[in-house]
């Protein structure tokens, strides 16, 4: 199993400026995730976070807006950038640890738009 | 490609009643099934999961079944508790276990004494 933190666990910003998100687990995890769930809404994937190497994007999303990165198997940040309203968002990241299956996730970044 | 539908919510139930939400899935290959709960305020927490046809998932009285041939992996229990109340995520990710996940839309479920 992993256990996975967040930082920070809520914001409130300003329209036009950045916010960038932590995503720590307590063991080594072969994939990070990121996901975005919406007010009453499901999760929709952002990114796969692969260390070494640039994310993976979903379409929809692009680097320029949600730069993301890992610097090694248990750290992964992700910045919403120029923000808008309609960032206004759960984001959470999760990982899958080395020889399991499921994804742990972490407790979510609440983020409110002004 | 890849699909999950869920059942619309919100489920409103009465204590010790029987629980069914239904899910069914559209992939190619052979998906691994599971489903999420989302308590108040909190972020997902894995409640059961099935890696193959005909496995029975369970977790603290919940159970569901992978049925390939209907594509459909329901969540059930037979006597719910006011504290079950949450919003319940069926998903699915692709052969191999490590890829990433397709959620349902989400089913609030509401218990009342």
């Known amino acids: 199993s992993a256990v996975i933190s967040q930082k920070p666990s809520r914001d409130i910003c300003q329209r036009g400026t950045s916010l960038t998100i932590q995503c720590q687990v307590d063991?080594?995890?072969?994939?990070m995730f990121w996901y975005r769930q919406q007010p009453g809404q499901s999760l929709t994937l952002i990114a796969t976070?692969?260390?070494?190497?640039?994310?993976?994007?979903e379409s929809g999303f692009v680097i320029d807006k949600f730069p993301i990165s890992r610097p090694n198997l248990t750290f992964s940040t992700l910045t919403v950038s120029n923000m808008s309203p309609e960032d206004s968002s759960i984001y959470l990241c999760?990982?899958?640890?080395?020889?399991?299956?499921?994804?742990?996730f972490g407790p979510g970044t609440r983020l409110t738009v002004t | 490609g890849n699909s999950v539908t869920q059942m619309e919510g919100p489920v409103t139930l009465s204590e010790e009643a029987f629980l069914t939400i239904n899910c069914t899935y559209t992939?190619?290959?052979?998906?691994?099934l599971f489903w999420y709960v989302q308590y108040p305020g909190e972020g997902l927490q894995l409640l059961l999961k099935?890696?193959?046809?005909?496995d029975k998932g369970s977790n603290k009285g919940f159970e569901a079944t992978y049925r390939k041939e209907t594509t459909s992996f329901h969540l059930e229990k037979g006597s719910v508790q006011v504290s079950d109340s949450a919003v319940y995520f069926c998903?699915?990710?692709?052969?191999?276990?490590?890829?990433?996940?397709?959620f349902g839309a989400g089913t609030r479920l509401a218990v009342h004494p």
């Open positions: 992939a190619t290959g052979y998906p691994s």
């Open positions: 999760s990982g899958t640890v080395t020889g399991e299956g499921e994804q742990y």
């Open positions: 976070a692969n260390q070494g190497s640039e994310a993976t994007y």
């Open positions: 998903a699915l990710s692709g052969s191999g276990g490590y890829n990433k996940l397709i």
């Open positions: 099935a890696t193959k046809a005909d």
């Open positions: 063991s080594q995890v072969t994939m």
